[in-house]
């Protein structure tokens, strides 16, 4: 089992809906989530992290926690086509201080 | 906020020569900086952590003598690929994590493209 888990996709939705994305994680303890996203040839960008059980939102995204089922998902509101991208989860776990990259799903947003 | 720059953002050498690459934190410091391999269609692989003013910890499997790095001050790494190889062509990609953070989130900067001949 990899210790960070996505659907390598692609997610496709039109444009206007809603895209989820999922991330299971094996470490318990982890403390911090991530989601990154990374167009085609460039470096990942940081869009939002999360350490509480619950929903985050920041503008169009909003993150989910539950560590009892030890997942997190990402939620992109009204997509656009400039949200194809691939978005990376990661997750730094209880001993450590590095993150570990889960291996991205990307996405494809069609007008 | 939270800019991190890398110089060259792509480098053609020839085999057997050595390349460096810079990793600068522009507008904060950075106790640690890491650094990243990523081949076309795969994700990211941590080659090391690198933390200022002590010696980087590798990871498995990366070759500490290759890939030489230097943290000389809070807000530049090194990465120095030394007697480079065709098959040490990738995307190269450092990140850092700001001295004030909050959740040991990092920030990356936007990769050198090395393309070994």
Same mark, same amino acid.
């Given at each position: 089992?990899?210790?960070?888990?996505? @659907? =390598?996709?692609?997610? =496709?939705?039109?444009?206007?809906?809603?895209?989820?994305?999922?991330?299971?994680?094996?470490?318990?303890?982890?403390?911090? +989530?991530?989601?990154?996203?990374?167009?085609?040839?460039?470096?990942?960008?940081?869009?939002?992290?999360?350490?509480? @059980?619950?929903?985050?939102?920041?503008?169009? +995204?909003?993150?989910?926690? @539950?560590?009892?089922?030890?997942?997190? =998902?990402?939620?992109?509101?009204?997509?656009?086509?400039?949200? =194809?991208?691939?978005?990376?989860?990661?997750?730094?776990?209880?001993?450590? @201080?590095?993150?570990? +990259?889960?291996?991205?799903?990307?996405?494809?947003?069609?007008? | 906020?939270?800019?991190?720059?890398?110089? &060259?953002?792509?480098?053609?050498?020839?085999?057997?020569?050595?390349?460096?690459?810079?990793?600068?934190? $522009?507008?904060?410091?950075? /106790?640690?900086?890491?650094?990243?391999?990523?081949?076309?269609?795969?994700?990211?692989? $941590?080659?090391?952590?690198?933390?200022?003013?002590?010696?980087?910890?590798?990871?498995?499997?990366?070759?500490?003598?290759?890939? $030489?790095?230097?943290?000389?001050?809070?807000?530049?790494? /090194?990465?120095?690929?030394?007697?480079?190889?065709?098959?040490?062509?990738?995307?190269?990609?450092?990140?850092?994590? &700001?001295?004030? #953070?909050?959740?040991?989130?990092? #920030?990356?900067? &936007?990769?050198?493209? $090395?393309?070994?001949?």
């Amino acid at each position: 089992q990899k210790e960070v888990e996505q @659907n =390598s996709g692609p997610l =496709s939705v039109p444009e206007g809906a809603i895209a989820s994305l999922n991330c299971t994680y094996s470490d318990r303890g982890s403390q911090s +989530f991530f989601w990154y996203r990374q167009y085609s040839g460039k470096s990942p960008e940081l869009i939002m992290f999360i350490y509480s @059980n619950g929903d985050k939102e920041d503008g169009r +995204f909003t993150a989910q926690l @539950n560590k009892a089922s030890q997942y997190v =998902s990402l939620l992109i509101r009204d997509s656009q086509p400039s949200d =194809s991208a691939t978005y990376l989860c990661a997750v730094l776990k209880a001993a450590g @201080n590095k993150l570990t +990259f889960g291996g991205g799903t990307r996405v494809l947003v069609k007008p | 906020g939270a800019v991190v720059s890398q110089h &060259p953002s792509w480098v053609i050498c020839k085999s057997g020569t050595s390349v460096k690459i810079e990793c600068r934190s $522009l507008d904060f410091q950075a /106790t640690t900086m890491f650094w990243y391999r990523q081949f076309p269609k795969q994700s990211l692989m $941590l080659m090391a952590t690198s933390n200022e003013g002590s010696k980087a910890t590798y990871e498995q499997g990366v070759e500490k003598d290759k890939f $030489l790095i230097n943290h000389a001050s809070l807000t530049l790494s /090194t990465l120095t690929v030394t007697s480079a190889h065709p098959e040490d062509s990738s995307f190269y990609i450092c990140s850092a994590r &700001p001295v004030t #953070y909050s959740s040991y989130e990092q #920030y990356f900067g &936007p990769g050198t493209r $090395l393309t070994v001949t």
